[in-house]
DNA sequence: GCTGAAGTACGACCGCCGTCAAACTTCGAT
DNA sequence: ATCGAAGTTTGACGGCGGTCGTACTTCAGC
C-alpha cells in the first residue's frame, strides 16, 4: 500500500532549542528556511536556490524536518516543504523571526 | 606598561550571523550566556557553573568574546565577564532574548 | 623574592557533520 | 511498458571543532 510517503513530523514540545539552533547554524539550511519565510508558501525541494547536491539537499531537508521547522509532504514525484511557522513561534518565541530577519540583512 | 591585558573585542557591525550562531549552538557557551543574561553582572571566568577544564573554558570565552556576545576585561588575575546586551541587541534584534528565554525553558 | 591562584597558549586526539557519487525507488507522461 | 524527472539511501571521505594535559604567564599576598 505505498505505505505513507509522508516522513515523520515530530511535536514541536520533543524538539529541543539544541536541535533547532544545530539546525540553523548551517548556511545551506538556513537560506532554505529564510527562503521559505520569505515566499510564504510551499517551495518543492529542487525550487530552492541551493548550490549543494541533490543528495546532500535531502540530507538538510532531513535535519529541518526533525528540528521542527518545515513539514514535507508529497505531491506527485515532488516533495512539497512549508514553514511550520505557527507552531515553531509558540515553541520558541521570536527565534525564527530574529535568524530570519540577521539572515536577511547579510545578503 | 604591562601592555594591554585587554583582548580585542570586535565591532559588533563586523560580526556576523553565522559567527554568533556557532558561537551559541555549543550548550556550554550557551550556558555561560545565559548564566551571565541572569546574574546581569559580571562574573570571572572560575565563577561559573560548567564542566569542562580551564583550557577548554578559555576556548569558549574567546569563541564568545569574537562573537561579540561579552566583553571581558582583567581585575587583578581576574578575568571579569559581561554581556554585550545592548549593543548585541542593536546589530541582532531579538536574537539572544529568544535563545536564552528558550535556554531557560530547557532547564 | 616565593608561592599559589587564575587564565592563556600550544599540540594532540577524536568524533561528528557536510559533502558527494552511485544505485535505487516512485511517480507522471508518452 | 518505458523513460525520465524528483528524491532517497547508503557508504565513504575530509575537515573542523570540542576536549584535554602540560607548560607558561601574570598578578596578589605573605
Redesign the pocket.
Same mark, same amino acid.
Given at each position: 500500500m505505498?505505505?505513507d510517503?509522508t516522513?515523520d513530523h515530530p511535536d514541536l514540545r520533543e524538539v529541543t532549542l539544541q536541535r533547532v539552533l544545530? +539546525?540553523l547554524?548551517?548556511?545551506?539550511?538556513r537560506s532554505i528556511v529564510t527562503q521559505l519565510a520569505t515566499a510564504a508558501g510551499d517551495i *518543492?525541494?529542487?525550487?530552492f536556490d541551493i548550490?549543494?547536491?541533490?543528495?546532500? +539537499?535531502?540530507?538538510?531537508?532531513?535535519?529541518l524536518r526533525e528540528a521542527g521547522l518545515i513539514r514535507?509532504h508529497?505531491?506527485?514525484? *515532488?516533495?512539497?516543504n512549508t514553514l511550520r511557522r505557527a507552531e515553531f513561534d509558540r515553541a520558541f518565541p521570536g527565534l525564527l523571526d530574529a535568524v530570519v530577519t540577521a539572515d536577511r540583512a547579510s545578503a
Open positions: 505505498d505505505a510517503r516522513p544545530e +539546525a547554524v548551517d548556511p545551506v539550511r *518543492s525541494c529542487g525550487g548550490s549543494v547536491s541533490k543528495s546532500t +539537499a535531502t540530507h538538510h531537508f532531513r535535519v514535507q508529497y505531491a506527485g514525484t *515532488s516533495r512539497l
